[in-house]
Nanobody, 116 residues
Framework: QVQVVESGGGLVQAGGSLRLSCAASPSILDINAMGWYRQAPGKLRELVAQVTSGGLTNYADSVKGRFTISRDNAKNTVYLQMNTLKPEDTAIYYC??????????WGQGTQVTVSS
């Protein structure tokens, strides 16, 4: 059974930090990339950060220098360290796994709320 499970969201004050985790089930094989997306109320879902199996990363301009994505290939897990959080970072954060090139699976999402 394919599963993608996020954890680590919550409520934090502006300037604070949170760390999100995303674990893909062992049945997900040949992972190409794992990434974090977010969707705020009334807005489209957007890419936050992504890391490939080879370790290449890319970030949205709005989070560069504040967020760091990392990956543990052995555990099929990806992390998102979020520092200097801003109210505009408030959203539901989703993990997406790309595997076997053309297969994509999403987690259920985790809420991040940053108060001013």
């Amino acid at each position: 059974q394919v599963q993608v499970v996020e954890s680590g969201g919550g409520l934090v004050q502006a300037g604070g930090s949170l760390r999100l985790s995303c674990a893909a089930s062992p049945s997900i094989l040949d992972i190409n990339a794992m990434g974090w997306y977010r969707q705020a109320p009334g807005k489209l879902r957007e890419l936050v950060a992504q890391v490939t199996s080879g370790g290449l990363t890319n970030y949205a301009d709005s989070v560069k220098g504040r967020f760091t994505i990392s990956r543990d290939n052995a555990k099929n897990t990806v992390y998102l360290q979020m520092n200097t959080l801003k109210p505009e970072d408030t959203a539901i954060y989703y993990c997406r796994v790309q595997w076997r090139r053309y297969r994509f699976d999403w987690g259920q999402g985790t809420q991040v709320t940053v108060s001013s």
